[in-house]
């Protein structure tokens, strides 16, 4: 990495103090003013000792002086103490919500393809666990370490005014100190890598089994579930061992540091002091003052692995942060305030990306997915710190080509029905649509403009989707139905509800709308499921509609509620209908068969029923039990 680029990261890394200059300056005014305690007694000493308990003639200080002196000295330290711990606190508070509310932005901003190649267990420890160790770098790191500078720089100046040659030789250990500090410095970093990305995939796992857990159950796979997260949480105790024994060998040596300087002191000063060259009040002092130069050294060898710590999870946050989100306005997005619903697909080829962790060479027979490779220094031996960004996980990409010369073309109100096998590329067409994706080559067009041009909220505020798994999020009926439209009244919720075939249920329910129902609908039955999705639908009131197995898993009388408000919502909108039911797909103005990520059939059902070709296929072996005749008669 080139100088810039580590001055870049470096800028970056204290980038989140902007907003709180004031607060942070004012924090670090406090520190120095709380220092006023321990740089006065010392002083204080050595006149008790020297001047006043002699009682040295011609000397203006009185042991009621000097007292009073220290006593006022002590209240002044506790009550600066305290304002500056309260504004510690709200600044530290006030930076990880707003990080937090940084993060959580982006996130939002990020594609499909972004989470596709992602667990969810592993963002939510970005958003949680590494913002709150960003806090501690600024509490318990940035602040402290500024505050104790002034205490170094104000201690050293007294060491030397008192005796430079005694001065010098207490410093003589410093480059000891250094090297071995700075070595050790990077390795902590690296380890509290490792004991991170752990804890992602850790997080990672646990959210999807516990997602999961009927199936786990279902399927007797406790005793091995609970084996793979031993292993895993094992591999974050080793690592985090290897970060604390590091950092608690350096704090070792920091006190030995120390130690070894007080007694050289004791003895060098002691021997001046026998032979008259210094005083037993100016020895105590210079070892005081000794003290408040080596404790800074000490402190910060204790709290140096928060602070790498922290850093590691800093660097995660940028690692974020960095990531561009593909899907994106441009600058000059175009409104979208109305909309017609003409869509027209032109030569759309996609492809679908995905990452995953990089397996290693196949001689590693201990590798295990669940488990991240130690990070190690790329150097054995440092002479000055590094600021090194660290290297992202290696990863495989994967592509899998979804699309290929997609052409089509649908007018406003059309109902265009998509066919085809698993896996032929369906659900990709009316992802493209709402901008989850963009396509690699040419282009989507609604109303005649490349959708790619619109402002992103606007295009998708004209969009609705109703899918075979909806999700419905834990809170009350009410508050999911009026998810897409919050500031919506009671009546017109009640009557989106009522045209989904909902509201009758509802009304059982002894807290009818105020019902909570649970994380993903998880109280609901499916039927129910689906009949909220719709009335969130119907309540948004979007220009183009798409159905992705909307009634499939249901039961004959769920699908009959569900295809009757189907039927309601499908009204006089630009609507795309992924399904298996003959009925909704005879009645289709256009019928688009696709087979491995191309379209090879189009046209009304009777057309393509004449032709030998795939959709006659699927009719043979999905519908040929039913008559279509008597279906249409039905509708």
């Not at 005014?29 to 002083?43: A, C, E, N, R």
């Not at 009645?587 to 990520?597: L, M, T």
């Amino acid at each position: 990495m080139s100088a810039p680029q580590k001055s870049f990261l470096f800028r970056r890394y204290i980038s989140f103090l902007k907003p709180y200059r004031s607060a942070l300056l004012l924090i670090i005014l406090l520190g120095i003013l709380q220092f006023t305690v321990p740089l006065t007694v010392p002083w204080m000493t050595k006149i008790m000792i020297d001047e006043v308990l002699p009682q040295v003639e011609g000397s203006s200080w009185t042991l009621g002086k000097v007292l009073l002196i220290l006593g006022a000295v002590y209240l002044f330290g506790i009550i600066v103490s305290f304002f500056r711990q309260w504004m510690t606190a709200k600044m530290g508070n006030a930076m990880v919500r707003d990080v937090r509310v940084q993060l959580y932005s982006h996130l939002q901003k990020m594609s499909q393809q972004f989470y596709d190649s992602r667990q969810v267990g592993g963002i939510i420890s970005r958003v949680l666990n590494d913002v709150n160790g960003a806090q501690q770098l600024i509490n318990g790191g940035v602040i402290n370490l500024t505050v104790d500078l002034f205490l170094v720089i104000f201690a050293g100046f007294m060491l030397f005014r008192m005796d430079w040659g005694l001065a010098l030789l207490a410093l003589w250990l410093l480059p000891f100190y250094y090297l071995t500090f700075t070595n050790l410095n990077v390795r902590m970093r690296f380890a509290w890598r490792s004991v991170h990305r752990q804890m992602e995939r850790i997080s990672g796992i646990l959210v999807e089994r516990l997602s999961g857990m009927k199936i786990v159950q279902a399927f007797n796979r406790e005793r091995a579930e609970m084996e793979r997260f031993k292993q895993q949480v094992n591999a974050h105790y080793a690592y985090a061992m290897s970060a604390n024994m590091l950092s608690n060998f350096l704090s070792r040596f920091s006190q030995t540091f120390q130690d070894a300087g007080g007694l050289i002191i004791w003895f060098a000063g002691g021997t001046m002091v026998l032979r008259g060259k210094l005083s037993i009040g100016e020895l105590i002092a210079f070892q005081s003052y000794l003290a408040q130069l080596y404790g800074p050294i000490q402190r910060f060898s204790e709290v140096n692995m928060t602070i790498q710590n922290s850093l590691t999870n800093v660097e995660r946050i940028f690692e974020v942060l960095d990531i561009d989100p593909q899907i994106k306005n441009k600058k000059e997005a175009i409104p979208f305030p109305v909309c017609k619903g003409d869509i027209a697909f032109k030569q759309v080829h996609f492809t679908y990306i995905m990452e995953r962790p990089e397996k290693p060479a196949k001689e590693n027979v201990n590798y295990s997915q669940d488990i991240v490779p130690k990070v190690k220094p790329p150097k054995r031996f440092y002479w000055v710190p590094p600021r090194t960004k660290p290297d992202l996980p290696p990863v495989t990409v994967e592509k899998r080509k979804a699309l290929t010369n997609i052409n089509l073309t649908v007018k406003s109100g059309q109902v265009v029905a998509l066919v085809g096998p698993s896996g032929a590329g369906k659900s990709t067409i009316i992802h493209l649509i709402a901008r989850f994706y963009d396509p690699d080559e040419g282009s989507i067009t609604m109303d005649g403009i490349d959708i790619r041009e619109y402002d992103l909220g606007d295009l998708r505020s004209h969009i609705a989707m109703v899918l075979q798994d909806n999700i419905l999020f834990s809170g009350t009926v009410f508050e999911n139905i009026a998810y897409g439209h919050p500031n919506a009244t009671e009546a017109a919720v009640y009557a989106a509800a009522a045209a989904a075939n909902a509201h009758e249920f509802i009304e059982k329910w002894d807290l009818k709308y105020e019902t909570v129902i649970g994380e993903r609908g998880v109280r609901l039955s499916g039927g129910q499921k689906q009949r909220i999705a719709i009335a969130r639908a119907l309540l948004k009131d979007p220009r183009i509609l798409i159905l992705d197995e909307a009634t499939s898993a249901l039961d004959a009388d769920s699908e009959h509620l569900v295809t009757e408000a189907l039927e309601r919502l499908m009204k006089n909108r630009t609507t795309f209908i992924i399904a298996h039911r003959l009925a909704t797909v005879i009645r289709a103005d256009q019928i688009i068969v696709v087979d491995e990520g191309t379209i090879v059939q189009s046209g009304k059902h009777e057309q393509l029923l004449a032709e030998q070709g795939v959709y006659r296929s699927l009719y043979e072996k999905q519908f040929k039990a039913m008559r279509p005749e008597a279906l249409l008669g039905s509708l």
